[in-house]
């Protein structure tokens, strides 16, 4: 699988949209971006994943760029309850088989 | 519909020892998970359990083993312990092994090897 470059803390002001970068570089044409996020002390949870296209959903929104070397996570309107670490993954061959990189830990301030 | 539920939530256990963590999944769910995720890192994937057999397997010592059953919840056995193995274990959950499947993940067993 395709390895993962996130930077490793961000903050963001409530309310403000939180634009969260991952460059995967390497990807190749069958794989898929995931995010998931994890707060403290909890297992983490699935946010968004696509293949090329730009995906929404009720959470968030997935910008993949046209040579899918990168995508950005949008949380249109953050809550401190969005604090947490953000974990992009790029899956190849099966999602079971996830590689967790340290993710970026996004701090939500008032 | 409950999500992916593991037990127990915290376990100590002495170097040397043996434990069985549990796991069931979400409903309508057929493939298990698990990872390991030391303090501060990312989790590492162990193993994956599909129509009750090891599908794919990490970088982890035979001391690992596992066991789906026929309802497809799953245990996880970890022998002779080490101390390098206090860590949250984390299972989780998704329909199938395709690309397209999204994990679903339990809160996890913290396990602390004294």
């Known amino acids: 699988d395709a390895k993962t470059t996130q930077p490793p803390s961000m903050d963001c002001a409530e309310g403000r949209a939180a634009n969260l970068p991952c460059n995967h570089s390497?990807?190749?044409?069958?794989?898929?971006v995931y995010w998931y996020r994890q707060i403290h002390s909890q297992g983490p949870q699935y946010i968004i994943h696509?293949?090329?296209n730009n995906e929404t959903n009720e959470m968030a929104s997935l910008i993949i760029t046209e040579d899918r070397k990168s995508s950005t996570l949008i949380l249109p309107h953050a809550t401190l309850r969005d604090t947490a670490v953000y974990y992009c993954?790029?899956?190849?061959?099966?999602?079971?088989?996830?590689?967790f990189g340290d993710g970026t830990t996004l701090t939500v301030k008032p | 519909d409950a999500g992916v539920t593991q037990s127990p939530t915290h376990l100590i256990k002495t170097r040397g020892q043996q434990v069985t963590l549990r796991c069931s999944p979400k409903?309508?769910?057929?493939?298990v998970s698990w990872y390991q995720q030391a303090l501060g890192q990312g989790p590492q994937f162990i193993f994956q359990?599909?129509?009750?057999?090891?599908?794919q397997r990490g970088n982890f010592p035979d001391r690992f083993s596992g066991h789906q059953f026929p309802n497809y919840s799953s245990e996880l056995n970890v022998n002779a312990l080490l101390l390098g193995d206090s860590a949250l274990y984390l299972c989780?959950?998704?329909?199938?092994?395709?690309?397209?499947?999204?994990?679903?993940f339990g809160n996890g067993t913290r396990l602390t090897v004294t």
């Open positions: 989780a959950s998704s329909s199938g092994t395709g690309l397209n499947s999204p994990l679903h």
């Open positions: 390497t990807i190749s044409g069958n794989e898929y």
């Open positions: 696509g293949l090329k």
């Open positions: 993954i790029v899956l190849k061959r099966d999602a079971g088989k996830s590689t």
């Open positions: 409903s309508g769910h057929d493939t």
């Open positions: 359990y599909y129509e009750e057999e090891e599908r």
